[in-house]
C-alpha cells in the first residue's frame, strides 16, 4: 500500500461537552462498527491521521482528544483514569454510540480498561497499542539505562524541539505527527497541563489493570524493540551500544514481557502480538497496525 493510499477524506471535527470540559473529537465517519482511538498522554487525536484510514471502510472510527490535551478543554478537575473513561462515555452517549471497539495507546489502554471494567456493556473489543504498561515500574527501569536522550532545553525554538522529538520520541515525522504538533497550545498552558496531568500518572502509578474484570476480548499489540528503535542515535561504533543492549535484553524486555503475562493470565480473552518499532510503531507500521487490528476485530 502506497503513501497516498493511505490517506482519506478528511476527518470532521467535533467538540462534545462533558462534565466540566469540552472535548474534540475527529470523526472520519463511515457506517460500519464504532472504533474509538484514545491517544497516550501528551498526544490528541490527531495522531491516528495515518493509522485510521489503513484500518479501511468497514469501520466508522472516532479518535477523541482528552481533557487537557490539543483542543480539549482544561478544567481544574477531573484528572484520574476513572474520570478520563466517564469521559469517553460520554462522547459515546453524545454520539449516540451504544456499543464500540475501544483501542487506547500508552496510557490511553489505561482509560479503556478502566472503560471496559466499569461499563462492559458499552466495549465489544479492546485493542491496546504498547499499553500493557506496570507503571509503578517506569520510573525504576528508566533509571538503569545506560543511555539516555539529552535534555531538552526550556528554551528550545520550535525547530529544536521539533528535531528533538523527532530523534527521541516519535523516530519520525509524519502528517499525524504534524497535526498533533500543530493542536499544541501555548507554553503556558502546557506547563500547566503537565502539572495537571501529574494526577492522572499519579492514578496509574497506584492503580492496578482491571484485567481479570475484562469481559470482552482483548488484543495487546506491543512493540518488539531493538537497540535500533529504542537507541536510533546510537551509531554502531558507540562504545555505549554493548551496555544499551545488555539494558535492553537482561532489564526491560523481562519486564515488559512480565505484563504481557499477566495480561494473558488475567484477561478471560487475550491475545497478544508484537509488532517491529518503537512506542510509537502505529506511526512507523500503520499497515501492519491496521491489520492486525481488523483481522482481531472481525475474528474475536
Given amino acids: 500500500m502506497t503513501a497516498g493510499a493511505l490517506r482519506a477524506a478528511e476527518p470532521k471535527a467535533w467538540r462534545v461537552e462533558v462534565e466540566g470540559a469540552g472535548l474534540h473529537l475527529l470523526d472520519w465517519g463511515g457506517h460500519g462498527a464504532p472504533v474509538l482511538l484514545l491517544p497516550g498522554m501528551g498526544q490528541s487525536a490527531h495522531i491516528f491521521r495515518t493509522l485510521v484510514p489503513a484500518l479501511g471502510g468497514r469501520v466508522r472510527a472516532v479518535a477523541v482528544t482528552p481533557r487537557a490535551h490539543g483542543e480539549s478543554d482544561t478544567p481544574e478537575t477531573g484528572y484520574t483514569l476513572a474520570a478520563f473513561a466517564a469521559d469517553v462515555l460520554a462522547v459515546m452517549d453524545a454520539l449516540e454510540i451504544g456499543r464500540a471497539a475501544v483501542v487506547g495507546h500508552s496510557l490511553g489502554g489505561a482509560v479503556a480498561s478502566r472503560l471496559a471494567a466499569d461499563a462492559p456493556e458499552r466495549v465489544s473489543h479492546l485493542v491496546y497499542l504498547d499499553s500493557l504498561t506496570d507503571y509503578r515500574g ?14 531538552l532545553p526550556a528554551s528550545a525554538s520550535d525547530a529544536i524541539e521539533r528535531a528533538w522529538h523527532r530523534t527521541f520520541v516519535y523516530g519520525l515525522w509524519n502528517e499525524a505527527v504534524e497535526a498533533d504538533w500543530r493542536a499544541r497550545l501555548e507554553a503556558a498552558v502546557r506547563r500547566h497541563r503537565h502539572e495537571l496531568l501529574a494526577g492522572l500518572m499519579d492514578d496509574a502509578v497506584h492503580a492496578r489493570e482491571p484485567f481479570a474484570a475484562l469481559r470482552c476480548p482483548a488484543l495487546a499489540l506491543m512493540a518488539r524493540e531493538s537497540v535500533a528503535t529504542r537507541f536510533p542515535w546510537l551509531k554502531p561504533d558507540d562504545p555505549r551500544l554493548p551496555a544499551a ?23 478471560a480473552h487475550a491475545r497478544v502480538a508484537e509488532v517491529a518499532g518503537n512506542h510509537f510503531f502505529f506511526l512507523s507500521a500503520p499497515q501492519r497496525t491496521a491489520a492486525e487490528i481488523r483481522g482481531f476485530l472481525h475474528s474475536a
Wanted: a positive charge.
Fill in 245 to 267: 543492549e545488555a539494558w535492553l535484553r537482561e532489564v526491560r524486555t523481562p519486564w515488559r514481557r512480565a505484563s504481557a503475562e499477566r495480561f494473558r493470565r488475567e484477561a
Fill in 138 to 151: 517506569v520510573a525504576r527501569i528508566a533509571s538503569r539505562a545506560p543511555v539516555r536522550p539529552p535534555v
